[in-house]
């Protein structure tokens, strides 16, 4: 029986900066690339035994295309233009070419609000930031996603209950995916999750067969630079 390796998509691309710090994050092609290879990466065990590929399943939601007002200026930003959203359309257009790879899309809601990007608050409170010397750079505009765990967690339950696979590498790091991985254990899958090097949750890792992440450990790489 094959192995179904399921990429949260969102998860991917925030660690991905962090684990391939060598690579270049803007080009779509290179993070496709990576993340096909990630995916083979898990196929291979200790001993020389290799599993079979069934699928690699790919989620995420296609960017922003509204309008809204800068934080600071108040000047007017189409989404539809932005940088991100080139990239993020190209990345799920070259993600398609791959064989083997089914892309998920869910979708952002049309409502969000500009929120202070991570750090800015810290500073803000230990006095190094005034409110008054913030600026729009200092933002970034969050958009809830719909649809993206429930297309995980029912992909999950039918491979589980049509037994299409005998194991499921999840590349995510989210403890919303505790149920799916519950069901999918129950049900005699090999569940493994691969969280790229990034803390678990008690509650996520004591539901998983195990944990295993074989993309660049960032720790390693701090240490032989250092």
């Known amino acids: 029986m094959p192995t179904a390796i399921l990429i ?3 998860f991917f691309l925030r660690r991905f900066r962090i684990c391939y710090p060598h690579k270049d994050h803007n080009d779509p092609q290179v993070v496709a690339k990576t993340a096909f290879e990630l995916a083979i990466s898990h196929l291979e065990e200790k001993g020389g035994f290799r599993h ?3 699928r690699i399943f790919f989620y995420d939601c296609p960017p922003l295309q509204k309008r809204a007002h800068l934080p600071v200026t108040r000047k007017s930003v189409d989404f539809s233009r932005t940088a991100q959203s080139a990239f993020r359309l190209a ?3 070259e993600l398609r070419k791959l064989r083997k790879v089914a892309l998920r899309l869910g979708h952002l809601m049309d409502y969000g609000e500009w929120k202070l990007k991570e750090g800015k608050l810290k500073q803000l409170l230990g006095g190094n930031l005034s409110f008054t010397t913030l600026t729009d750079e200092d933002f970034e505009y969050a958009a809830a996603q719909k649809g993206v765990d ?3 967690g ?3 339950a039918s491979l ?3 037994r299409q696979v005998d194991q499921i590498v999840l590349v995510a790091g989210d403890s919303d995916f505790v149920p799916a ?3 999918a254990r129950r049900e005699g899958i090999d569940f493994v999750l691969d969280p790229l090097w990034h803390p678990v949750h008690p509650s996520l890792q004591e539901h998983v067969d195990g944990v ?3 993309c660049p450990n960032p720790a390693h790489d701090k240490v032989s630079h250092s």
């Open 8 to 10: 949260d998509g969102g």
């Open 52 to 54: 079979d590929l069934y």
């Open 91 to 93: 990345l799920h257009d």
């Open 150 to 152: 429930m297309r995980v």
């Open 154 to 156: 029912l992909d999950i």
């Open 160 to 162: 589980s209950y049509k």
């Open 181 to 183: 991985a519950k069901l």
């Open 212 to 214: 295993r992440s074989t």
